[in-house]
């Protein structure tokens, strides 16, 4: 059974080009989760989505970035007209429907780390 | 003032010490507790997760939760060189519903000296 899978591992975009980032969730898990990693910090909520829905986004930054789960295919967290602060590591966790707890909590893909030159 | 204060270390201990680490945190509606570990270019993967307060154990490891004093611990008996990651604390107020992200502290980065 596959974990979380995210790709790229590693991406690099120049100042102004778009980041398309994508995760696939484990299998019979239809909850989905981007967090950000900045350097130094710890991980900080963006967005939470199930199929074809936002549940909660109140940790998306306002303008060029946007999130979605298509009922076919994996999610994507897409940054337009990245910046330089952009560069971070950004990790998805998905999580079965129900209520979190020591057997169904997230589970975190190994993230990709985008740089932005 | 961040909702969850984590110490980021570094701290080095030698194999076979009692490791302890520890996140406060200023929410009062959080009642979800968990404990992460992450290895060096790789996800968080859940350790220990509890609820309220309390104590919780599983192997070497065990959680502690006090809610009045915003609290919590980690503490890892016998560490061995495989310890050695970041951990991170995380809680949540709710365990479903538009409530379930999570807020984490900074990490404190671990290292078992063999």
């Known amino acids: 059974n596959a974990g979380v899978m995210q790709n790229p591992r590693h991406l690099v975009r120049r100042r102004g080009q778009e980041a398309r980032l994508r995760c696939s969730p484990m299998k019979g898990h239809s909850h989905v989760y981007w967090y950000r990693q900045l350097p130094e910090e710890g991980l900080k909520f963006m967005v939470y989505l199930q199929k074809e829905n936002i549940i909660d986004e109140s940790g998306m930054p306002k303008e060029r970035f946007s999130a979605e789960f298509p009922k076919e295919g994996p999610s994507i967290l897409r940054i337009q007209q990245v910046v330089r602060g952009d560069s971070a590591a950004y990790f998805c966790a998905s999580s079965p429907p129900g209520q979190i707890s020591a057997n169904y909590g997230y589970t975190f893909g190994s993230g990709t780390r985008l740089t932005v030159v | 003032q961040k909702e969850v204060e984590q110490d980021p270390g570094p701290l080095s201990v030698p194999e076979g010490a009692i490791v302890s680490l520890n996140c406060t945190y200023s929410n009062s509606a959080f009642q979800y507790f968990m404990w992460y570990r992450q290895y060096s270019r790789k996800g968080p993967e859940l350790l220990m997760y509890?609820?309220?307060?309390g104590n919780k154990e599983d192997g070497r490891f065990t959680a502690q939760v006090d809610k009045s004093s915003k609290y919590i611990s980690l503490f890892i008996r016998d560490s061995q060189p495989s310890d050695s990651a970041t951990y991170l604390c995380?809680?949540?107020?709710?365990?479903?519903?538009?409530?379930?992200?999570?807020?984490f502290g900074s990490g404190t980065q671990l290292t078992v000296l063999p």
């Open positions: 509890t609820y309220s307060s």
């Open positions: 995380a809680m949540s107020a709710s365990s479903s519903g538009s409530a379930r992200q999570l807020t």
